[in-house]
Each structure stands twice: as C-alpha cells, then as structure tokens.
C-alpha cells in the first residue's frame, strides 16, 4: 500500500504570509495527487487535483506542485478563512493533515 | 448544483448493522463513481469504499472488506453502505463522496479525486 506523510503537522504564520506544505509518497504515483481543505465542522472541500489543477471556484492563492514522490502545496499569502487542516490524498490513501493557524 | 445527502447514521450496539444512504442531485448519477470516506472523532481522513458508475465493480479498505458492501440505485440517484459486525473503531462520521473515475494499480482500483463531498452522518458504535 501506499504511504502519504504531511509535514508539518501544525503551523502558525500571519496574514498575508506564504505558506508551504509538503507531501510525499512512499513510491512513484505520478501526478496523481490531490488536496483537500477541511474547516472544523464542515465536509472537506477539493482545492487541487492532479498536483497542480485548481479545482472549481477555489481561489488562486492555492496552488500545488510535484510529480514523483515529492509534491508542494502553497498559499502565496495566507487569509483569514484559510484557517483549516489541509490533507493531501492519492487514491485510497489521505495524509495524516496539516493543521494551519492564525499567529 | 450537485448536493448529496446523507443519512441513516447513529448509534448502534458493537456487533450490530446500519445502512447509510446518500441522495444525489445536479448530476447525471450514473455517470459517476462515488466513495464514502470516515472520519472518526477529531482524526483524519480514511477511505472506505468505491463503486463504480454502472455499480459493475465495487472496491473496499481492508479496513472494511467482508462486513461493508457498497451499492446504488441510479432510478433513486441514491448510494448505499450496508454496514455489519460494526466495531467501535467504526465509529466515526461518514461522507460520501462523488469522484469523476476510478484507477487501478496493483491488483486494486481507487478513487481518483473527490470533486464534491456531502455534509456527513455520524455513526456511533457503542454499547
């Protein structure tokens, strides 16, 4: 089976700021990455697909990268309503998440 | 615009049975797989099963082969998860989950990506 890790776990950055999250497979899956968005509460909600499509009305501040096993997932300047835990996915295989907070 | 509904969670005795449907709407319902994916209390994400958009082949976490079956009904544009011998690592909030294919790899075949998501039901297993 396949292996996801997310790093970090948790971060804490200011509005405005760029945040980065990796990602890595523990074998060769191509593009076939995904991010998720997840508000406390709420379903997850798609923001890339194949590592680097925007999904439907997400905004362009997100943006993803990567192909192989090792993949990058950026908000080039970090909101208010980004406040969420951030999963990557590969088939049946989520990461374990990346909490993201307000400093 | 596509919905899903959920339903058919709550709290079941360890050992006991549940089925969870899921409504769909916005799309042509057969031209689509779909999954559930759980979440158990503050954890993240686990995939759980996938069927295919004709309901032809259907695939299943280890977690949960041999006592979930997935199914749907396209005339009731309506998902099902029969769930049986539930175990309180069951627990957990269940989505499903509409998914534009499937992929296979390995001997298994897997969602691709989950494009819309419903609002989830809570299954609770506990005595």
């Known amino acids: 089976d396949i292996q996801m890790t997310q790093s970090p776990s948790s971060l804490s950055a200011s509005v405005g700021d760029r945040v980065t999250i990796t990602c890595q497979a523990s074998?060769?899956?191509?593009?076939?990455l995904n991010w998720y968005q997840q508000k406390p509460g709420k379903p997850p909600k798609l923001l890339i697909y194949?590592?680097?499509n925007l999904g439907a009305g997400v905004p362009s501040r997100f943006s993803g990268s990567g192909s192989g096993t090792d993949f990058t997932f950026t908000i080039s300047s970090l909101q208010p309503e980004d406040i969420a835990t951030y999963y990557c996915?590969?088939?049946?295989?989520f990461g374990p998440g990346t909490k993201v907070e307000i400093k | 615009e596509v919905q899903l509904l959920e339903s058919g969670g709550g709290l079941v005795q360890p050992g006991g049975s549940l089925r969870l449907s899921c409504a769909a709407s916005?799309?042509?319902?057969?031209?689509?797989?779909m999954s559930w994916v759980r979440q158990a209390p503050g954890k993240g994400l686990e995939w759980v099963s996938l069927?295919?958009?004709?309901?032809?082949?259907?695939y299943y976490a280890d977690s949960v082969r041999g006592r979930f079956t997935i199914s749907r009904d396209s005339s009731k544009n309506t998902l099902y998860l029969q769930m049986n011998s539930l175990r309180a690592e069951d627990t957990a909030v269940y989505y499903c989950?509409?998914?534009?294919?499937?992929?296979?790899?390995?001997?298994?075949?897997?969602?691709?990506?989950?494009?819309?998501w419903g609002q989830g039901t809570l299954v609770t297993v506990s005595s």
């Open positions: 989950a509409k998914d534009p294919g499937q992929y296979c790899s390995d001997g298994g075949c897997y969602p691709t990506y989950f494009q819309h």
């Open positions: 916005g799309f042509t319902f057969s031209n689509y797989a």
């Open positions: 069927i295919s958009g004709s309901g032809g082949s259907t």
């Open positions: 074998q060769d899956i191509s593009n076939y």
């Open positions: 194949d590592a680097s």
């Open positions: 996915h590969q088939g049946g295989t």
